[in-house]
């Protein structure tokens, strides 16, 4: 299967639940899609074995050939573009505009006088972490959308063999719809927080538009909390686990570890229900 864990808002949790579950799943793929700030890497210690990167095409004009028309530069829908005709004969290429989408290759009307080129835009950096798989994306910064990196994660691990587990970026924008749209099953993490369940809302409006099955998982759970049940149950949603409120899991978190044995064979029989729910 193909689970992708998500949520609302950053810091509920999400990177700290998707380690352990896949940890205890293991062998798995996990796949940190968080590409502005990976740092499921951080738990998990992997050996990296490849780096790659990660590059698109942008425009790049050839002087001796262009008439400098401007025609790709109208067609830009993103301005990247700015050409200055005759008799200066000027271009100018604004890269942390260009969203790579070709179009003023397409409409250029001279052979040749607009080619595209790659431009490094991140890396993918893949290993092992015991007998868990690893791929992590890392976005440039500057760049103006996560969206084509994610895009490329996904197509690497599409013929794995194996369950993948996709660390999400937080929110509801156009990255984490990415990273959650073909999923098999989305887990979404929550905190019992007024801010965690009005964002918790948001990501299950989301999801449920994308009609992508999902449950709920707590974080920072506490005895006498019921804001994330009470949310849940009003939706008719089910809760599938609960990581407790624990001061030695915070301090373990803060020097980079997790308690791994702890919730191992909890997580197992989730991976179960989840197989059992996705059919």
Do not use: W
């Not at 004009?61 to 008799?87: D, F, H, N, S, W």
């Not at 308690?259 to 989840?274: D, N, S």
């Amino acid at each position: 299967m193909k689970i992708t864990v998500a949520s609302g808002k950053g810091g509920t949790g999400k990177t700290t639940f998707s380690v352990l579950f896949a940890r205890a799943i293991a062998p798995a793929l996990y796949v940190d899609a968080d590409v502005e700030e990976p740092n499921g890497g951080i738990f998990l210690k992997p050996t990296i074995e490849k780096v790659e990167d990660f590059t698109e095409p942008v425009p790049k004009i050839i002087p001796e050939k262009c008439t400098y028309c401007g025609e790709c530069a109208r067609a830009c829908p993103y301005k990247a573009l700015v050409i200055i005709p005759p008799p200066a004969k000027k271009d100018l290429f604004f890269p942390e505009l260009c969203h790579s989408c070709g179009v003023c290759a397409y409409v250029c009307p001279e052979k040749g006088a607009l080619i595209e080129v790659p431009r490094k835009k991140g890396v993918v950096r893949i290993g092992r972490a015991g007998n868990l798989d690893f791929m992590e994306g890392i976005l440039n910064i500057g760049e103006p959308t996560a969206v084509p990196l994610i895009t490329d994660l996904k197509k690497r691990v599409k013929n794995y063999k194996g369950d993948v587990i996709i660390d999400a970026p937080p929110g509801t924008s156009c990255p984490v719809v990415q990273a959650v749209e073909d999923a098999d099953y989305v887990i979404l993490v929550a905190e019992p927080t007024p801010f965690g369940v009005h964002d918790l809302s948001l990501v299950v409006e989301m999801v449920e538009e994308l009609k992508v099955p999902y449950g709920i998982v707590i974080n920072k759970a506490q005895e006498g909390n019921t804001l994330v049940e009470e949310f849940a149950n009003s939706r008719g949603i089910e809760i599938l686990f609960r990581l407790p409120f624990s001061e030695d899991i915070a301090r373990m978190y803060s020097r980079g570890e997790l308690p791994f044995e702890r919730f191992e064979e909890g997580l197992r029989k989730l991976h179960a229900r989840i197989k059992e729910i996705a059919g």
